[in-house]
């Protein structure tokens, strides 16, 4: 007995142009003649609708088979040149890369061989080969294992007369069908998913709010008679689709983008309002009193150096005489050409300035005046203080310690968030724990009025949904539909919502209180008491 064996091996490594065949050829006569082409061309008709090349364009062929039918086709596969091949007789490591999205075809003469099967994911297509007495045999397997692994692949019966069958196991609608070899036909088993539960993970308080999620699966549910299902279980045996929140160096096949974007926001507290007394020096920045202050010392100098009248007085007289010339006009008598001619000047820009300042106070009038808001990178880092987590650590922000209080002006907090400020706080209010049966709009109240979202965001990404492999390719398909129909946004935007809109206080709707004009009375009660002592020291002196 002569046995005759060909090996052809590579490294097991799966690489586009690397072809690894095991071949063995094991009889005392030469191979029977028998006309392979029919089921070669039904083998590559079948992965060809199975497995298009756009979206796999590599075929993994394990020939773990000695049957003569199954040698004298492989040879023909192999030398098909629309895919790339790799033929091995290890699938453990040939299919480590593999594990969630593959084409595969298994030619076996045995049930043992289809231990490997149930490892990957239902997204990794199989097409069996095998004879029809195996296939007897398995119809009475009682290994559960088996028959699953059985169910996940297409198998392409022959037998030696010539004749193939090939079967189908509908996961979906627990059939089985077959297939007309001389007409292949895969049928799209995700048009109908006779009545398919699929599980999204939600929570209530994010459900309640972002409600277009429950709305496309029930879309996706009707378009193919299924069943949409929210769950607040997390178990990935019960879960088919999982919201990510934030997907900061995240990188996973089976992500799928979805609506909406994800973010990390900021809270800052909102500017405060300033006293009424406010309105007296806001109208002009700091440099242009810095300015005036100059020309008035300026103009000073001079005129005690030049002057003919003024220049007899006292410095600080000349200067009291020129803030009074631009208030109210001279009140002491002064002469000479050179006084004359800088002292109108003088007054002619002072009746520009003051009559620019008065109206400037006087639109201050209409409306409250804030301080700055809290916006910008720089703003966060030099004027936010955080709580002590991880947060903060990660941003570096100033933080203050844990269990302190440092007030409402400088209290910041970092929240992931979802599209917007509003929708982010409505889901914050949904989980208060309190019996309170207004506790959650007093909560929104207080957080309208006290804080805001910066506009600077970290990490913003569009949201993503975490879907099990075998439902991947139809939400990509109904989530292109809905980022190119804008069906998103519409659905938002016509959508009735609470119109919350902070507005800033104007003194035409307030009562003007002593408490606005302290700071008027404090100047006013130190100028008093300022005036008082000045006429007692002038009096003491004057006697002495």
Request: with cysteine.
């Amino acid at each position: 007995m002569i046995k005759r064996c060909i090996f052809l091996m590579g490294c097991g490594v799966l690489l586009p142009c690397m072809v690894v065949v095991h071949l063995c050829s094991c009889s005392l006569e030469s191979l029977p003649a028998i006309e392979s082409s029919f089921y070669t061309q039904s083998l590559l008709e079948l992965h060809r609708q199975l497995c298009p090349a756009e979206k796999y364009r590599h075929l993994m062929i394990l020939p773990l088979s000695n049957q003569d039918l199954a040698h004298a086709v492989l040879p023909q596969i192999i030398s098909e040149p629309t895919y790339t091949k790799t033929v091995s007789m290890y699938p453990i490591s040939v299919f480590h890369s593999a594990y969630l999205y593959s084409c595969n075809l298994y030619i076996v003469d045995s049930i043992d061989d289809f231990d490997t099967v149930l490892w990957f994911e239902e997204s990794v297509k199989f097409i069996y080969f095998y004879p029809k007495w195996m296939f007897d045999m398995v119809q009475n397997e009682a290994n559960l294992t088996i028959i699953q692994a059985i169910r996940k692949g297409y198998n392409v019966v022959y037998d030696l007369d010539h004749t193939i069958q090939i079967y189908r196991w509908n996961t979906y609608s627990h059939q089985r069908t077959t297939i007309d070899p001389h007409n292949i036909t895969v049928p799209d088993e995700m048009r109908d998913l006779y009545g398919y539960q699929i599980t999204m993970y939600s929570l209530d308080h994010i459900s309640t709010v972002m409600t277009f999620d429950e709305y496309f699966l029930e879309q996706i549910a009707n378009k193919r008679n299924a069943t949409a299902i929210l769950t607040d279980d997390s178990s990935y045996a019960l879960m088919d689709v999982l919201p990510l929140v934030n997907v900061h160096n995240m990188i996973l096949s089976w992500m799928v983008p979805s609506f909406g974007t994800t973010f990390i926001a900021v809270i800052v507290p909102r500017a405060k309002p300033k006293p009424i007394v406010s309105i007296l020096i806001d109208p002009f920045d700091l440099y242009v009193w810095i300015t005036y202050l100059v020309l008035v010392l300026t103009m000073a100098i001079t005129i005690s150096l030049f002057g003919k009248l003024l220049g007899k007085h006292h410095f600080m007289e000349i200067v009291l005489e020129l803030i009074m010339m631009c208030l109210a006009g001279p009140s002491r008598t002064y002469g000479g050409t050179f006084e004359n001619r800088i002292i109108t000047l003088f007054c002619l820009m002072g009746i520009v300035l003051v009559s620019s300042y008065q109206s400037l106070v006087i639109s201050f009038m209409s409306f409250v005046r804030y301080g700055p808001e809290i916006n910008t990178l720089d703003e966060i880092y030099e004027q936010c203080l955080f709580p002590d987590n991880k947060d903060a650590q990660f941003f570096n922000f100033k933080t203050f310690p844990n269990g302190s209080n440092p007030g409402t002006n400088a209290a910041c907090r970092v929240v992931p968030a979802r599209d917007n400020e509003q929708q982010t706080i409505i889901m914050a209010s949904n989980v208060l724990v309190d019996k309170h049966a207004y506790a959650a709009e007093h909560h929104i109240r207080y957080r309208i009025e006290n804080f805001r979202f910066a506009k600077t965001k970290f990490i913003e990404y569009p949201l993503c949904w975490l879907v099990k492999m075998h439902l991947r390719e139809l939400f990509l398909f109904y989530t292109q539909a809905v980022f190119e129909s804008g069906i998103y946004e519409y659905y938002y935007n016509n959508k009735s919502q609470p119109a919350w809109q902070y507005e800033h206080r104007t003194f035409a709707n307030q009562v003007v209180t002593t408490k606005d004009l302290l700071l008027l009375w404090y100047a006013y009660v130190v100028g008093m008491v300022v005036s008082m002592l000045c006429f007692a020291a002038e009096t003491v002196i004057d006697k002495e």
